[in-house]
């Protein structure tokens, strides 16, 4: 089994990704920014570890990985603040895959979202344009690198309960629940030698998560 990190490990996503990697025999870090929740991420069966990615240089992220064998971003500002959208989604995110590379971490996976990269289509003058740009740039990184990476985008995320179940042949975004999001990050990461290298665009659907990440 592997050493997994996940960055933004108190998002609502990854609360429910925790338990599923530890559950499947994973060692398994969540970074947070605040010592208040370091207990939440205990209680899944993770190992929290209370660090800003937003503030820490390269160096001391690489401090923080070495030893892992997969990172996994699944941090974000949360929008509404175009400067710290920047500083979080797009420098944070490229920061954290440049010590991936120095602590020698061979996976990262990026959750990003439905429609996600250059031709992203957003105007200038909307509000979501940081957010939007600011995954391009991500992405568009993370895909240059040298790192063996899954780029996951889920589309519109709900409360809804998961059925483990996703549509990722679908060409316009729809809805997904958060439990799917998470069970389709484990699932990349239980097959890493399927999953290297691809972007999983996906709603919620009628295809189980292990056999898209199994897929060849």
């Known amino acids: 089994m592997s050493k997994v990190i996940i960055i933004g490990a108190h998002g609502k996503v990854a609360l429910q990704t925790l338990p ?13 920014r605040a010592a208040e929740q370091a207990d939440d991420i ?10 800003d990615v937003e503030e820490l240089e ?12 997969v990172v996994v971003w699944s941090a974000g500002a949360g929008g509404g603040n175009p400067r710290r959208t920047y500083a979080v989604d797009r420098d944070a995110a ?17 959750v990003s979202y439905f429609g996600a990269g250059a031709d992203h289509g957003v105007s200038p ?5 940081a957010y939007a740009d600011a995954k391009a740039a991500a992405d568009e990184y993370l895909q240059a690198s ?6 996951l985008r889920p589309s519109a995320l709900t409360h809804d309960e ?3 179940r996703v549509d990722d042949q679908a060409s316009e975004s729809g809805q997904v629940s958060r439990g799917n ?8 990461v239980n097959h890493p030698a399927t999953s290297r290298h691809r972007i999983i665009q996906f709603n919620d659907g009628e295809t189980p998560v292990d056999e898209v990440a199994a897929r060849a």
Do not use: C, K
Request: glycine share 10%; net charge negative; proline share 3%.
């Open 94 to 110: 490229i920061r954290s895959m440049e010590a991936a590379l120095a602590a020698g971490v061979g996976r990262f996976v990026m």
């Open 181 to 188: 999001v998470a069970r389709m990050i484990a699932a990349v």
């Open 162 to 164: 998961p059925t483990g």
């Open 146 to 151: 040298q790192l063996d990476w899954t780029i």
């Open 58 to 69: 390269a160096d001391a992220l690489a401090e923080l990985f070495r030893g892992a064998d």
């Open 42 to 51: 205990a209680a899944t069966g993770a190992t929290p570890v209370v660090a």
């Open 125 to 129: 003058e909307n509000s979501f344009y």
């Open 20 to 32: 599923l990697l530890a559950e499947a025999g994973h060692e398994v870090e969540g970074l947070v």
